[in-house]
């Protein structure tokens, strides 16, 4: 027996009516999540929940998907200008993916002629109109070769997240998939990774590949690929947290007096494995922010009361929290300040850093 359809017994005129009626109530509630999302966005209250920034708090603690995050957050931060935008997201004359496309172009000067222009259109529509409106150069010629594919060949595969790229709106940018690349789980541990690689990567392969040969007999690309980038990586990281295969001071031999700003690496190297290379930051309820890019060493006891660089006063945090809790410690005003005098003596402030991991060492306690 067919199992009946939730609204099988509802007639045609107030279904349709209903239908209408739902839109406008959900129009309605997302102009209102925009509206919070911006304020929150602005008073920053992500940090106080264990996220680096607004993006990954959309996308970890209220878990919309890249794209919701993207757009919400992009509408948000153009509505601070333009607040005309929430009312219209709210009546239906313009959705989220307009907003969020129209939001780079949109000025006071503008704002009245381009919005009424892309009321009630598409997305394609509103790129078309942006086209004619404000026309880009062409782009240059790129020639690729791509293999020919064999008849039992599968299709390309579509990427499956939309193209993003971020409104020059105010805020830190919103992250968005970089194009012509794609990252796809296959299964537990195994990824697809497709990308269009220049004809000159396509000979370096090649050369290491032979060179490889053997180490890995069967020239197989993600191996090699693999060996590389785990070398450079290494590398990397060595660079980023003061790592050397000799070690020339080790801790008990560092000073860790507060005689100047600068923390000695091996101070850095402990820090940071102790802290795991991630934002030490918690909530109240344990969470922990996510963050592994662009950390700071945070002195718990400030730096400028007399804190000093033994391991057990530091603390690796993103950006985001390392200014939370100055701001908690020195008050928003005082650090804005702080800031300003910042911008007007960069030099000073490059003799002062020592490294990425402290590039903003004056905000830290
Ligand atoms: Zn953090």
Do not use: W
Not at 166 to 195: H, M, S, T
Request: aromatic fraction near 4%; include cysteine.
């Amino acid at each position: 027996m067919q199992n009946k359809r939730p609204l099988q017994s509802v007639d045609d005129d107030h279904l349709l009516q209903r239908l209408a009626h739902l839109v406008g109530q959900s129009r309605g509630s997302e102009a209102d999540i925009v509206t919070h999302i911006a304020e929150v966005d602005e008073r920053r209250l992500y940090a106080r929940e264990a996220c680096p920034s607004m993006y990954a708090y959309c996308t970890q603690v209220l878990h919309f998907s890249e794209a919701e995050a993207y757009l919400r957050i992009t509408t948000g931060r153009a509505a601070r200008e333009h607040p005309i935008l929430l009312e219209m997201l709210a009546d239906g004359r313009l959705h989220l993916s307009g907003i969020a496309k129209l939001a780079p172009h949109l000025t006071a000067e503008n704002r009245e002629e381009l919005l009424s222009r892309a009321c009630h259109r598409s997305k394609r529509e509103i790129e078309v109109l942006l086209a004619e409106l404000f026309p880009r150069p062409d782009v240059p010629t790129v020639v690729r070769k791509f293999p020919e594919r064999r008849p039992s060949s599968p299709p390309p595969t579509a990427p499956t997240e939309p193209q993003l790229r971020p409104g020059r709106v105010e805020g830190p940018p919103v992250p968005a998939p970089p194009p012509a690349f794609l990252v796809q789980p296959l299964a537990p541990a195994r990824y697809k990774v497709q990308f269009t690689a220049s004809a000159e990567l396509h000979e370096k392969l090649e050369r290491l590949r032979s060179l490889m040969r053997s180490h890995v007999p069967d020239g197989d690309l993600a191996t090699i690929i693999e060996q590389a980038v785990t070398e450079k990586l290494a590398r990397v990281e060595a660079r980023r947290f003061a790592q050397t295969k000799n070690l020339r001071k080790s801790l008990k031999d560092t000073d860790t007096s507060a005689r100047s700003r600068y923390i000695p690496a091996a101070v850095r190297r402990t820090v940071n494995e102790r802290d795991g290379r991630r934002c030490h930051y918690r909530n109240e309820q344990g969470r922990q922010c996510s963050e592994r890019h662009a950390l700071e060493h945070h002195h718990v006891h400030p730096f400028g009361f007399g804190g000093d660089h033994r391991p057990a006063e530091l603390r690796l945090l993103c950006r985001a929290h390392n200014r939370l809790i100055a701001e908690h410690d020195y008050g928003r005003t005082a650090l804005a300040r702080m800031a300003r005098s910042q911008d007007r003596a960069s030099e000073t402030r490059a003799e002062m850093c020592s490294g990425p991991a402290q590039a903003r060492l004056a905000f830290t306690p």
